[in-house]
């Protein structure tokens, strides 16, 4: 099974990253390191999200750019709000795409805007 | 409340702060679960990506590369980069895993995946008064909550793929989902600054093959996290 190996390389690989520093470790990193890690989780997860919502599919087109950043921003606001409630926080943010993308194509479809 | 405030086990406060994380994982779950029945690859070889992988982003990448008919080793180093921040992830929480048994450190490697990350280091970061073992109890407990759901929602998400309404557009989850794990770690300005640029230049840099873009903007967070912590320290 040509697929199931693949993964299963993938897999080992993985595994071998998330090992290093956790089972390898036996001292402190140096200073240097240790001053940086608290930003790793801050850099890594803007670096995923931030393009995700600038151009959901690889370009920049405000019928999808614009949808998606208000659901951001809907997911933002209520995580502020409703004392880090993720799910709500979540769930409020689909439900702004939905409506936001849905007004779009119905504008586009008017004539309104870009369809 | 002052009956309550007795330090709350933190087998509890564990399963309290997975939860909710869980039942926001469920969108994304069951959209990467629908994705994954979608290719030609037989549905069970696709879904095994949880197991042996134990994360999202990683796991819609390699399997719509092969279902494109991408060569093998392009699929292992796409994944491999995409995944390459569980290396920092790793060095970020060694410090506080250092007293932890060797055999436990196995298992706690995984169980790493984004959201047991962040739930763990949100938590170990902002408390002193645990000890090694709480912690140990605290991460364990979060990864035998996540790793079960993830595996059941990604195979809901392969059963039900067919009978999902198109219309019920998921794409935005994974996102939103991540986006939810990063708002607690802004917790100061330079972490506020690594978040921006590491946005930043993700976004300039998407037009990089194989997520190198990711590992770009990555790079350059940190680097100006650190240069701006370093600074007010």
Request: charged share 5%; proline share 9%; hydrophobic share 50%.
């Given at each position: 099974m040509y697929e199931l190996l693949v993964?299963?390389?993938i897999g080992l690989g993985t595994y071998a990253m998330r090992?290093?520093?956790?089972v390898m470790a036996h001292r402190s990193p140096p200073a240097p390191v240790a001053r940086l890690l608290p930003y790793v989780g801050p850099a890594v997860l803007a670096a995923i999200v931030v393009p995700a919502f600038v151009a959901p599919h690889g370009t920049i087109a405000l019928a999808e750019t614009a949808p998606a950043l208000l659901a951001a921003a809907a997911a933002w606001l209520a995580w502020r709000r409703l004392k880090r409630n993720l799910p709500i926080a979540l769930f409020g943010g689909l439900a702004v795409w939905w409506i936001a993308s849905w007004?779009?194509?119905a504008a586009g479809g008017l004539g309104l805007g870009p369809s | 409340m002052t009956a309550l405030a007795a330090p709350t086990p933190v087998v509890h406060r564990a399963v309290r702060d997975v939860l909710p994380v869980v039942l926001a994982?469920?969108?994304f779950g069951l959209a990467l679960g629908a994705t994954l029945a979608a290719t030609h690859l037989p549905a069970w070889v696709a879904w095994a990506s949880s197991p042996l992988m134990f994360g999202g982003a990683a796991q819609l990448l390699a399997v719509q590369m092969l279902d494109a008919g991408a060569a093998g080793v392009f699929v292992v180093l796409g994944a491999l980069v995409v995944n390459a921040r569980l290396l920092l992830y790793s060095a970020a929480l060694a410090?506080?895993?250092a007293a932890w048994p060797t055999r436990w450190r196995w298992l706690a490697a995984y169980f790493m995946a984004d959201p047991v990350y962040a739930l763990a280091i949100t938590r170990f970061a902002g408390t002193d008064t645990d000890s090694p073992r709480e912690r140990l109890r605290y991460y364990v407990t979060v990864g035998l909550v996540m790793w079960p759901a993830w595996m059941g929602l990604t195979g809901a998400g392969v059963l039900l793929g067919g009978v999902l309404p198109t219309s019920l557009r998921l794409d935005l989850a994974a996102p939103l989902t991540f986006l939810l794990l990063l708002l607690p770690m802004l917790t100061s300005r330079p972490a506020y600054a690594a978040a921006v640029t590491g946005g930043t230049v993700a976004v300039a840099a998407s037009g990089l093959p194989l997520g190198l873009g990711l590992l770009a903007g990555a790079a350059a967070g940190i680097a100006v996290g650190g240069w701006?912590?370093?600074?007010?320290?």
């Open positions: 993964l299963a390389v090992a290093a520093f956790l007004g779009i194509s | 994982y469920a969108p410090p506080h895993t701006l912590g370093g600074r007010h320290v």
